[in-house]
């Protein structure tokens, strides 16, 4: 079991930028595959990026690619996704998410992820 927390979200104008930070709480949860998703109102969840539990694999959806940058700090237990030259499309609530793998898993769905944050909403203003 591994609780994670969102935190960085706020409200920035579109070019802005902004780092999130997603904290897990187990020990373990290095050897955990994770990702960052998003949900903005009156849509469906959508995969963001996503990173293999050494940081070996890397994936972003391709609105994001280019702009936005998935890390992670194993001796931290912390998820990042570093933000910039935000547009207001990017407004959502991001999500952090995570399940135990092997080395070399990753993935864009959400249905893979077994352990979900609560969110930080990120609005971005024109």
């Known amino acids: 079991q591994v609780q994670l927390v969102e935190s960085g979200g706020g409200l920035v104008q579109a070019g802005d930028s902004l780092r999130l930070s997603c904290s897990a709480s187990?020990?373990?949860?290095?050897?955990?595959?994770m990702a960052w998703f998003r949900q903005a109102p009156g849509k469906e969840r959508e995969f963001v990026a996503a990173?293999?539990?050494?940081?070996?694999?890397?994936k972003y959806a391709v609105s994001v690619k280019g702009r936005f940058t998935i890390s992670r700090d194993n001796f931290k237990n912390t998820l990042y996704l570093q933000m910039n030259s935000l547009k207001p499309d990017d407004t959502a609530v991001y999500t952090c998410a995570a399940r135990p793998a092997g080395i070399w898993f990753i993935s864009v769905s959400s249905g893979a992820f077994e352990f979900w944050g609560p969110g930080t909403q990120v609005t971005v203003s024109s």
């Open positions: 187990s020990p373990n949860a290095s050897n955990y595959a």
């Open positions: 990173i293999s539990w050494r940081g070996a694999g890397i």
